[in-house]
């Protein structure tokens, strides 16, 4: 399996308009990352000047919700 950092990489290239965040929620999407994994990624990929202090749990709490949807035929 390939790193979030790597897919990230790779789409963040074809899309260089696009910001780091929505493209970090693509990346994960469907993808069944643990928690753990999604913010070791956060922390390194974000910059900082991108979101608030008090935003940080809510933006990891998305991406874990992006990255656990049910897949096509999945209750």
């Not at 994960?28 to 202090?53: G, I």
Request: some cysteine; charged content about 35%; glycine content about 2%.
């Amino acid at each position: 399996m390939r790193s979030i950092e790597a897919n990230y990489q790779k789409i963040q290239a074809r899309n260089p308009s696009v910001g780091t965040y929505p493209c970090l929620a693509q990346v994960v999407r469907c993808k069944k990352y643990s928690r753990k994994s999604l913010v070791r990624a956060f922390n390194k990929l974000m910059p900082e000047s991108e979101y608030e202090k008090d935003e940080k749990k809510e933006l990891i709490d998305y991406l874990e919700n992006q990255a656990n949807l049910p897949e096509e035929g999945e209750f």
